[in-house]
């Protein structure tokens, strides 16, 4: 069975200009996650879906926005890109909230 | 808000030898806790996923147990092997909410 995969692995983004990014995930998972990893603040949860709905969301301001398509893949966008965002952006997938993850290899971000 | 803390930062062992990662949360109404490790530049792969209902789990050389009235997991690695090396971290599952994650472990195993 195929894992998550993300696209693009990597991103050279201008200030200011928006970006999306991609996850496929495992077949038969409709749980997504996303997360931001940083060396300074770790990984946090960006947002997760399920069934094409948003189940929960982390603190992160409204530029980060993401959906959930009919067959479970994802995107997650951000606009208005800011040096911040330079990360490595995690998604990971799971048969239904509160089971095991499975992770993505991550896209990275970067913002110059 | 659930707080998630790893002891040590770094650890550097060599190998063969056995030892125990430490994780921490704040908040014992956990509904599952799971251990994941990641390599440089890459994603998590998850190793053990421990109910709140469980007390330990189990998988080849490694062995999570959790006591969640003390608020604390560890992670057992038995015969450690060069293989081992990376950036262990725990993750903490409130009911139904988001993972909140610990800063990790990082493991070097000497050959």
New interface residues.
């Given amino acids: 069975k195929a894992g998550?995969t993300q696209t693009p692995r990597y991103l050279i983004k201008t200030r200011g200009q928006q970006v999306t990014l991609s996850c496929s995930p495992i077949s038969g998972h409709r749980s997504v996650?996303w997360?931001q990893q940083t060396p300074g603040q770790?990984?946090?949860?960006l947002f997760?879906y399920f069934s094409e709905t948003q189940?929960?969301k982390?603190n992160f301001p409204g530029r980060f926005s993401g959906r959930q398509f009919s067959n479970s893949r994802s995107e997650m966008n951000v606009s208005t890109l800011e040096l911040g965002d330079s990360a490595?952006y995690?998604c990971?997938s799971s048969l239904d909230?509160?089971?095991?993850?499975?992770?993505?290899?991550?896209t990275?971000l970067t913002v110059t | 808000k659930q707080e998630v803390t790893q002891i040590p930062a770094a650890l550097s062992v060599p190998e063969g030898e056995n030892l125990v990662l430490n994780c921490s949360f704040t908040d014992s109404a956990i509904y599952n806790l799971q251990w994941f490790r990641q390599d440089p530049g890459k994603g998590l792969t998850s190793l053990l996923l421990i109910q709140s209902s469980q007390r330990e789990q189990t998988s080849g050389r490694l062995n999570a147990s959790l006591d969640k009235s003390s608020g604390r997991s560890t992670l057992y690695i038995a015969a450690s092997q060069p293989g081992d090396s990376a950036t262990y971290l725990c993750a903490v599952r409130p009911e139904f909410t988001k993972f909140y994650f610990g800063s990790g472990t990082k493991l070097n195993v000497k050959p």
């Fill in positions: 998550v996650s997360y770790g990984l946090q949860f997760e189940r929960n982390g490595l995690l990971a909230s509160g089971d095991v993850q499975y992770f993505g290899p991550g990275r």
